[in-house]
């Protein structure tokens, strides 16, 4: 991520789904917190979570944004937004004890 926030959510809304997660997980990857995928299907079709847990089991934050939709608002501003403040807890605040961040699309 670049110091213009706003120039950010316009290259990350460009992308594909698949490339905007991938763009997630390496994000996070570069900040050392380690990524996993969950394939699921509902009555919207199939999908794909994003998630990582950091710290211990004792307190938890759970994070989540979209980045699946047409919306630069909703969805790409709100996954930016969830991958730099997972960031910033965890280089800054290590008394949450534990965080959970989640992204999701639909197929």
């Not at 403040?85 to 534990?98: A, P």
Request: charge should be neutral; aromatic fraction near 10%.
């Amino acid at each position: 991520m670049s110091v213009n926030f706003l120039e950010d959510v316009v290259r990350f809304h460009n992308l594909s789904i698949v490339e905007r997660k991938n763009w997630i997980q390496s994000n996070l990857s570069d900040a050392g917190i380690a990524c996993n995928e969950h394939v699921f299907h509902s009555c919207f079709g199939t999908g794909c979570n994003v998630w990582a847990e950091i710290g211990n089991k004792q307190k938890k934050v759970v994070l989540s944004a979209h980045y699946d939709g047409s919306s630069i608002v909703d969805n790409s501003a709100g996954a930016l937004s969830l991958v730099g403040m997972t960031k910033h807890i965890l280089k800054c605040d290590r008394q949450w004890g534990s965080v959970g961040c989640c992204t999701a699309w639909w197929q």
